[in-house]
Each structure stands twice: as structure tokens, then as C-alpha cells.
């Protein structure tokens, strides 16, 4: 960017344009308000101002083009995209490519809108129940979660998929080259800064890391002062580590909820508190919770304000996954066609399992099982159900819930191939907010083996949820 203005910012604006590039930062795009690709993104092409006019000039967050061409040694075939190519036969970052190569972002959009409550959902929900490092922080976490499958993870691992869905988002080694992975990571990043407003005392869990990185050997335990490779924090060597870089303070910057200044820990908590229900939750105090549900759109419904919660619970071993997949919910029976299950009309929400075959190479003598979720809310409110009481979530979610496995080339996945598969519902009452600056108060999760017993991939009435 401060390259582009440059060689172009001469002129009268010369002075200007160049130190809007110095000062730029990353901007983030919350995908759980805005559940589409920014349109900037989408156009291969973009006007810009130039010093002699308007000028056409190549998109640089539309995608990256190679120079050169990457080598099958430099990314090992692998079949992640539509029609079975590999990453490495593409010229330039695709999402969710057709089988010409082509980016459909059209497709991708879809996809993210019939998710857009679900990622509301499970924002507001995470931030505001889970005080704990381990399992907010990663799908892996297998200590006792008591139900709550959720964590920061989960929804990052989902909008890599529905972006990339068979491009390069969704090939983890491969996805930064996509320009939208740092306005997504930037948002993970936000998200976990106003995490750790809200809970300035929680801090680093030890965990094993089962599958090792390029730099630590499987099996590995790792805690606050785990170095950071390869992320130097001065000129001689030394790395960052979580307990060197736990706030966004030492690096110059925040976000616009976090005003981290003139205030102490109490007053920026309650502060950040009351920025985050305004964005997500705005309905959820005693006295304007939702009672209507005659609209269409579920997050007009307000999901978040009700006095009960449901969830799908989705757990899977790393060891019987070959390829990134989907779990897509729905109520009732899937359309006919699987290219249109991640969008259709009764979706519920969709699940996204990553590539795990460098984590299938880990030492398997340590098992490991990934722990994601699916809010159920959304849809119950959409098919007219204001009732979340179990005397009426239970039966019809026994009859109606259904599940299918899909690839990232839109193809059925046969839930046989993925033996380890456990689907649960769980759900929990919620007290509203008392306050702008206070939380809902959660129930104990309740596990409901009757709703999935019996289904292809469903936990039994004898299976133990965790």
C-alpha cells in the first residue's frame, strides 16, 4: 500500500495519500454483524484515486496471483478443491472455486448468510459464558467442557471453510495467501482482545499439543511461556511468548470497543461489556427481550435474549478424517440436491472440519478429538417455536433433526467414512441481562441422548456426551 501511493501519490493529495498508507492497520470484517465478503474484496478490479483522476487498477484483496507458479513439492497435492484439484494447479488464490477454477463468491455468500445467526449465536454466547483459556481458546481442549462445545476456534475454522470451500482458505497451509484471511484474522484477533477485557485474570491453561508444529515435537506441552516461533520480539533472538504479548497495548494498537485508557480494569470490563451486548445482543435485558416471532430473519428474532439456549454438540477423532468436510444441520429432510445443502431454506447451521492430515501424522498414541457446536435457536425461532421449553424443543427436534456430510467439491460424504462421528443436543436456561453492562446468567447444559438416538452419527441413549 504506502509502495502503491508512492509511485501514484504525487501531486497536491501526495501528502495526504501517503500518510493515510503509514498509519493504515489491518481493518477486520465481523463477520458475525456483516455475514457477507466486503464487496470491496470481490471485484477483480477497484477505482482508486490517482493523481491525475480516477484510475482502474488490479483488486490486490481479490485474490494473489504466484510468481511463480508453485511447485507440488512447494504444496503437496491435495485434493481440497471442486473436481479433485490441488492448491497447487492454481495460478491464484480461488474461493470456493467451480470446476473450471473459477471463484464463486456469489456461492460463498450464501453459504455465510444461512449461517449469519448461527455465527451471532455462537459470538455471544462463547464471550459471554466462557471465563476459561482451554476451551474458549481451541476445538482440541478434552478436559471436562460440560457441554459447552463451543470456542474461538469453532468459528474461525467456519469461515475459513465457507469462503474457501475446495480454495485456499480452506487449506490451512495454504490460506494466508488469500488477502481475506488478515481481515478475518483480524477479527479473530479483536474478538479475543475483548475476551480478555472481559476476563483479565484468566490466562494461559497448560495443553498438550498432540500434533506438534514445525518447530516443537508432537506431544509437546505447552503453557504461557511456550515460545511463539517464529515471532522474534527483538534483534537477538528472543520470540514472543503468550505471557510477552497478551495485550494488544504492547503493540500500539486496539480496537474501537476497547478503550483501554484513563479507565481501570473494572470500568474498561463493563465498558466492553456494554459495547458487546449493543453489537450482538441488543434485545437481550429483562425488559426488551424478543416475544414476537413473525418475522422471517432469525436475527431479528433476537436468538441471543431468550430464556433458553440449544445446541447441536459435534465431536469427531482426528484419526478417522482423511479430508476437510462439512456437518450440515437442518430441520427436517435435506434438499435433493447437495449442492445446495450449506444454503437451503431449512439449514439449521453447518459445522466446518478443517484438513487434519498434518494432526492425523501426530503421535497416535495420543488421541485427539475435535470439539465443535451448532445453536439451534435460530431455526427453532424461525419454524415459529417462541416455546424453548424441553417439553417442546425435545419431541420436535426428535422427529425433525437430520444431518448430512458433505465435501469441500459439494459432494455427499458418507457419515460411515467418519466412524467417530457424535452428534448430541444439549440445552440450558438463561436469566436476561439485569443491566446494559452485565451478562445473561447460564443454566448447567442439560444433555438430550433421546434427540440423536438411533441416527446414523447420533449419540446413544449409552454413550457418554464428553
Not at 166 to 183: A, C, E, K, Q
Amino acid at each position: 500500500m504506502q509502495a502503491h501511493c508512492f509511485l501514484h501519490g504525487i501531486g497536491p493529495t501526495s501528502h495526504f495519500m501517503r500518510e493515510a498508507a503509514r498509519t493504515l492497520r489491518i481493518p477486520y470484517w465481523d463477520w458475525s454483524i456483516t455475514p457477507t465478503m466486503p464487496p470491496e474484496v470481490n471485484a477483480p478490479t477497484i477505482l482508486i484515486n490517482g493523481p491525475n483522476g480516477i484510475l482502474n487498477v488490479v483488486n490486490p484483496l481479490y485474490n494473489y496471483t504466484f510468481h511463480p507458479q508453485p511447485s507440488d513439492a512447494e504444496f503437496p497435492p491435495n485434493v481440497g478443491s471442486n473436481g479433485g484439484k490441488p492448491v497447487s494447479s492454481y495460478h491464484s488464490t480461488v474461493r470456493y472455486p467451480n470446476v473450471a477454477g473459477q471463484s464463486q463468491p456469489d456461492r460463498a455468500n450464501l453459504q455465510l448468510q444461512a449461517n449469519s445467526a448461527a455465527l451471532r449465536t455462537l459470538t455471544y454466547q462463547l464471550i459471554t459464558e466462557q471465563s476459561q483459556y482451554g476451551p474458549f481458546s481451541n476445538m482440541g481442549f478434552s478436559d471436562d467442557r460440560g457441554g459447552r462445545y463451543n470456542s474461538i476456534e469453532n468459528m474461525h475454522n467456519a469461515i475459513h471453510m465457507m469462503v474457501g470451500n475446495g480454495g485456499h482458505m480452506s487449506n490451512i497451509p495454504y490460506s494466508s495467501f488469500d488477502p481475506i484471511f488478515w481481515l478475518h484474522h483480524a477479527n479473530v484477533d479483536r474478538l479475543f482482545a475483548l475476551w480478555q477485557a472481559i476476563y483479565p485474570n484468566a490466562t494461559v491453561t497448560p495443553q498438550v499439543n498432540a500434533a506438534g508444529s514445525f518447530t516443537e515435537d508432537p506431544g509437546t506441552t505447552e503453557d504461557i511461556n511456550t515460545p511463539l516461533s517464529p515471532f522474534h520480539s527483538d534483534n537477538s533472538g528472543r520470540l514472543w511468548t503468550s505471557a510477552t504479548a497478551w495485550t494488544t497495548r504492547k503493540f500500539g494498537y486496539t480496537y474501537p470497543e476497547i478503550v483501554d485508557w484513563d479507565v481501570d480494569s473494572s470500568q474498561l470490563t463493563s465498558n466492553v461489556k456494554a459495547r458487546l451486548n449493543a453489537l450482538y445482543n441488543p434485545s437481550g435485558s429483562t425488559s426488551q427481550r424478543a416475544t414476537s416471532t413473525s418475522a422471517s430473519n432469525s436475527l431479528q428474532l433476537s436468538p441471543n435474549s431468550m430464556n433458553a439456549q440449544w445446541f447441536a454438540n459435534i465431536r469427531v477423532q482426528v484419526s478417522s478424517m482423511t479430508s476437510p468436510f462439512f456437518v450440515h444441520l437442518f430441520l427436517g429432510d435435506p434438499p435433493a440436491d447437495p449442492a445446495s445443502w450449506s444454503f437451503a431454506p431449512n439449514l439449521v447451521g453447518s459445522h466446518s472440519v478443517l484438513d487434519t492430515s498434518r494432526l492425523s501424522a501426530a503421535k497416535p498414541e495420543i488421541p485427539i478429538t475435535l470439539f465443535g457446536q451448532v445453536p439451534l435457536n435460530p431455526a427453532l425461532l424461525v419454524a415459529g417455536n417462541s416455546d424453548l421449553a424441553p417439553k417442546t424443543v425435545v419431541p420436535l427436534l426428535t422427529s425433525r433433526l437430520s444431518w448430512r456430510l458433505q465435501n469441500t467439491d459439494d459432494s455427499p460424504l458418507d457419515i460411515g467414512r467418519v466412524s467417530s462421528l457424535k452428534i448430541h443436543v444439549v440445552g440450558q436456561a438463561v436469566k436476561a441481562r439485569a443491566t446494559e453492562e452485565a451478562f445473561p446468567e447460564y443454566g448447567e447444559m442439560q444433555t438430550y441422548k433421546e434427540i440423536t438416538a438411533g441416527k446414523a452419527g447420533g449419540l446413544g441413549v449409552n454413550d457418554v456426551p464428553d
